[in-house]
């Protein structure tokens, strides 16, 4: 056999047919089942080196200052060492890229080189699954950063959105990695949460639609997508991160599953991650009601199922149902979690010493060592070709930030702007005289979600440059409008209390023709920002002292277009009727400012819809539009729960006239199929895009529903008069929900169909009746309506 040395250097050399590593074992025949390969390979495997695929390692999670992840610097220094753990296997590799400020051609060596070290350290030279975050781009350095999330859902286009995972994926298998943390599938609940941002929106069929568009792009390119976070999570008591969730079952099936489920069903996810969280007392990490008779047993999914980071030692030191690691790795494996992330406290010894004393039963242990053997094998990791350097290309300086992804970056932020309201202010005027103020307006802070590698890794970090290059508003702006004579004032911090700047942000706003303020966030980690993980707020006020920035800039008079960078939106009803416009971004990645500017200038004719909804009050607001009557303005509570901009609305520079065209029957069957069509024309002078919504009202059924839900929508692009007809096939098994009996049904019965501008701007009704008996649906049913523009 070779040294340890030139194994490394040639791992190919360390299998041969005398060892059950050996090219020649049915194991590493490409041509068998995989099946049958997974089967062959597990029965030659000791109890230690099935634990072995079932852990991960962090290098470097210990050494960055401040926690990324909740105590994760007492945790991860209970991790076994690299040499210890490679002798039996590793299941995983955590964030190798994702954790430093490396380049991208130093960390694809890196990891490279410790696939090489592990291939040549375990028996059967089986390497590791390599995962990054890639929520807002690659989260690496250098890498292109996209918009957060929540503008994807402001696009109202999966398709576009497919088309950005997809070069996500591909910067991803340059680097040598196999599986991305994204996308984030839950359902806005509470805009108090800090991690708000990262969710697609408020609507489940808005974010299952354009979830499952990012599911398909990444997988597109090899690269495991990872849903995230099963289930449950963003319906935490008072958003706070983690909370315990109070929800019921029918909310469950109907408001927080669906994007899952489509997820798993048309697009293949091949891994989930469960919520921190706990419903009803159980910790979803625990929970095999969720983990398998729900995900697997009726589902079908037959992925992988890894932890969030340390949320297996979470069973123990905060939920308080396990005893020790041991118990926990217990309660989880139970459940049907698989993989440990990002270390091994749990699914090391304390496992192996259950498995021997016979308090976790090894078969529990094969059939997690099976899902994620199968995973290596579907990822060509168990080939006898495989190289750890097949990432790389004959050393060449690696670019992940190409042109390409740049310009989607750019299609995808100009797309996800809203224009909330406009008074005639915008566009700008190539000639006036701007005042550009505010926390935000020269600083490329507010351009960046929490996964986002300067945000994520920053306070770390400070001298870390942002490794793209990314302009502020008032650099584009001044691009985008040379003639204008613009004046700089910053005013406040985004949360800082000095008041100091206010008397010179008020002065230029006095002398200027039109001051344009940009406020929002800051995000961050756990506490370190205004928006992101761990930073939540206990009410919907702008941070700091900005509104009373905004106050002193409206009192001078000028015109004020309000342009809000923010994580979450934020109460401005005292400010409505008194602003020039409003524009609305969130977090648009490092093409947000000439995006933002675009929209202020007239260059980019705005298309972007709310996918949440904006509140008028500060308090009050926790919920969102998908809500039954009594959730809604009513005599019997002095709340006023209205928001101030809809879920579904923004505003545009051209004009769109709709006819309805086609007959639509007054009666369907329960298992029949609504067609609703309409003609959207470009009735102004310039080019622009418009968004067809399609809404369902029931107004009688066994059970409350929401006044009305999304189950249909088109973006449809047009020329100055031009006219296009989108045609929605509306099955009835969209009308499906949880009834009393606790299973989903269509029920007949009258309900409307809306088309809408948003979800409180409806341009025409349709009544139909469904006939025919009660229908039970289950996971073959019709989720999504099928559109067509013509």
Request: hydrophobic residues 40%; charged residues 20%.
């Amino acid at each position: 056999m070779t040294s340890s040395a030139d194994a490394r250097s040639h791992p190919e050399a360390f299998a041969n047919d005398d060892v059950d590593g050996g090219p020649d074992q049915p194991w590493r025949d490409p041509a068998l089942p995989v099946d049958e390969r997974v089967a062959d390979l597990l029965a030659r495997m000791t109890v230690e080196e099935k634990v072995g695929q079932l852990r991960s390692i962090w290098i470097g999670g210990s050494a960055t200052g401040d926690d990324l992840a909740p105590h994760q610097h007492n945790l991860a220094d209970e991790t076994p060492s690299w040499d210890v753990l490679i002798g039996d296997g590793l299941g995983q590799l955590t964030r190798t890229l994702g954790t430093a400020p490396v380049s991208p051609t130093q960390g694809r060596a890196t990891l490279a080189r410790l696939q090489a070290e592990l291939v040549a350290g375990n028996r059967f030279g089986i390497p590791a699954i390599a995962h990054e975050e890639c929520l807002t781009g690659f989260m690496t350095l250098g890498a292109t950063i996209f918009p957060a999330p929540l503008a994807w859902g402001a696009t109202f286009d999966p398709g576009l959105v497919e088309r950005m995972a997809a070069q996500i994926g591909t910067a991803l298998r340059l680097v040598g990695a196999h599986q991305g943390m994204a996308p984030v599938l839950d359902v806005t609940r509470d805009l108090r949460w800090g991690r708000t941002e990262e969710t697609i929106g408020e609507d489940p069929y808005l974010v299952g639609t354009v979830g499952t568009g990012y599911v398909r792009g990444l997988q597109s390119t090899g690269i495991v997508a990872t849903l995230k976070h099963f289930a449950g999570y963003s319906s935490s008591r008072a958003g706070r991160n983690a909370a315990p969730v109070s929800i019921g079952q029918r909310e469950l099936s109907d408001v927080i599953l669906p994007p899952f489920e489509m997820a798993v069903r048309d697009a293949g996810a091949r891994s989930v991650m469960p919520s921190y969280s706990e419903i009803d007392g159980v910790p979803t990490g625990a929970d095999a009601g969720i983990l398998t008779d729900l995900l697997r047993d009726e589902w079908g999914f037959a992925g992988t199922v890894v932890s969030d980071y340390y949320a297996v030692s979470f069973l123990e030191l905060l939920h308080g149902v396990a005893d020790g690691p041991a118990q926990a790795a217990a309660l989880a494996l139970a459940a049907g979690l698989d993989v440990e992330l990002p270390g091994a406290r749990c699914f090391g010894a304390p496992l192996l010493d259950a498995i021997r004393s016979g308090a976790v039963p090894e078969g529990l242990v094969d059939r997690a060592v099976t899902r994620v053997l199968r995973q290596k094998c579907e990822l060509g990791l168990l080939d006898p070709d495989w190289r750890p350097d097949r990432a790389a290309d004959d050393g060449d300086v690696l670019d992940l930030d190409p042109p390409q992804a740049r310009d989607l970056a750019r299609q995808i932020a100009e797309e996800s702007v809203v224009l909330l309201g406009n008074a005639g202010t915008l566009p700008l005027p190539g000639d006036a005289r701007i005042a550009v103020v505010g926390p935000l307006a020269d600083d490329t802070t507010g351009m960046l979600g929490c996964y986002a590698f300067p945000s994520h890794l920053g306070r770390n970090f400070p001298e870390l440059p942002t490794g793209v290059e990314i302009r502020t508003v008032w650099e584009a702006l001044g691009a985008e409008l040379p003639g204008a004579e613009l004046t700089l004032a910053t005013g406040c911090g985004v949360d800082s209390p000095d008041r100091t700047g206010l008397a010179a942000a008020r002065s230029a706003a006095a002398g200027a023709d039109v001051c344009v303020a940009v406020l929002g966030d800051r995000a961050g980690m756990f506490g370190s920002g205004t928006s992101g993980e761990g930073c939540d707020v206990a009410d919907l006020r702008l941070p700091g002292i900005q509104e009373e920035l905004l106050d002193a800039l409206v009192e001078t008079g000028t015109p004020v277009v309000l342009v809000l960078l923010s994580g979450r939106p934020y109460a401005l009803g005292r400010w409505a009727d008194r602003l020039g416009a409003i524009v609305q971004a969130f977090f648009p990645g490092q093409e947000g400012g000439g995006a933002v500017a675009g929209v202020l200038a007239g260059r980019v004719c705005p298309s972007g819809r709310l996918p949440v909804s904006m509140p008028r009050e500060s308090g009050g607001q926790p919920g969102t539009y998908l809500t039954p009557k009594l959730g809604r303005r009513d005599r019997v509570s002095s709340v006023d729960p209205t928001p101030l901009f809809p879920f579904g609305h923004g505003l545009s520079y051209t004009r769109f006239a709709w006819e309805v065209g086609g007959d639509v029957p007054a009666e369907v069957e329960t298992d029949g199929v609504l067609a609703v069509e309409v003609t959207v024309r470009n009735v102004g002078d310039r080019a622009g895009a418009d968004v067809v919504q399609l809404y369902l009202h029931d107004p009688v059924a066994q059970v409350t529903r929401p006044v009305v839900q999304l189950v249909g929508y088109a973006k449809v692009r047009l020329e100055p008069g031009e006219a296009r007809t989108v045609r929605f096939r509306m099955h009835a098994e969209l009308t499906s929900f949880t009834g009393r009996a606790g299973h989903r049904i269509v029920e007949p019965g009258e309900i409307e169909l809306r088309l809408s501008a948003s979800s409180a701007d409806h341009r025409h009704t349709f009544r139909v009746r469904l006939v025919g008996p009660e229908r039970k649906v289950g996971h073959d049913r019709r989720m999504t309506t099928e559109v067509t523009v013509g």
